[in-house]
């Protein structure tokens, strides 16, 4: 079993379980007629999200009720909302909790659900693969970038303390770990191009240097700000949403860096017993459209999902990358489990030998 598996966290299952029963009500809750799933005059849809985007649904979710409410005849759609770590709550969907939709962090999050026959669709088949956002794994650094932070490998200086978060239960750690590990492969952060060795000892020095593993990229981003460590490895949007908040959070982006893509995705078993299939994906194609997409960049979600154009940035708010690279390019995220997040993966070995 990968470390990762290993060190999953005990699923705590919300008191949105309730969902899963069938009842009468004449607001939230779908009832049955001869055995038939009744929708309710408003339906409940249940979303289950990683802990980043939480503003940018703030945003999104009163858009799409207001759109639905005009083109259905005044109808209105209630959103149960959780946030939590990526792959904590893939897990909480699989475990029962009764998510009608996942917004995730990763895709192996959103397989997870899959291959427990929860998602019955095949997901990357949606508008733009399935994918709804991206952004970029940058650092978050004091202000004037005391430490000098300019790449993955000015990580590893002695002394310097690290927050990133936990990836036994948030993706936006493992996007951090796949983020410096493919900046090694390809030749960046001080380690020769196809080095897997070399890209093992960058990882052993970033980890011997992270004094805490918080649950979420949010969490971890609120440890930063509140004072703690020199630099926090994280979602270029958070910096974003820091400075937005007047904060001192100073950007820097690496060298090399990876493309992080974010999926939504139905979940059908559990859309289909609250009769809500229908509003779930019309939520999910909504997010694709231009109007949730410009919500998307409003709060510094979204580079264009094609990676070269991601790459250019736009001169403005989003700057250009010096090499923006993509799971695809380090074979996809099958490979990447195996060789980076496996039993003898790069990561695995790394952690242990930073940990001791």
Known sequence: MSLVRARTRTVVLLAAMAMTGVACSSSGTATTAGGKCVPAKSPVVTLAAYST??????????????KWKEEHNGQNVIFSESYGGSTSQAQNVVNGFPADVVA????????????????????????????????LVVFDVRPGDPKHIK????????GLNILTPDPAASGGARWNIVGAYGAGIRGYAGVAKGDRAGAQKLLQGIFTNVRVLDKSARDSIKNFESGNGDVAITYENEVFTAQKAGLPDQLVIPPSTVLIQNPVAVVDKYAEQHCVTDVANAFVDYLHTPEAQQLYQSVGFLRPI?????????????????????V????????????VFGPNGVFTQAFKAAKG
Do not use: C, M
């Open 53 to 66: 985007p939480r503003e940018v649904y703030g945003k999104i979710i009163p858009a799409f009720q207001a």
């Open 104 to 135: 995730l962090s990763l895709a192996p999050d959103v397989d997870t659900i899959k291959k427990a026959g929860l998602i019955t669709h095949d997901w990357t088949t949606a508008a733009d693969g399935g994918i709804v956002s991206t952004s």
């Open 151 to 158: 790449d993955f490998n000015d990580l590893t200086q002695s």
């Open 306 to 326: 094609d990676p070269a154009q991601a790459a250019k940035g736009d001169g403005q708010k989003f700057a250009a990358v010096k090499d923006l690279f993509t």
């Open 328 to 339: 695809q390019d380090l074979g996809g995220w099958a490979q990447i489990d195996q060789q």
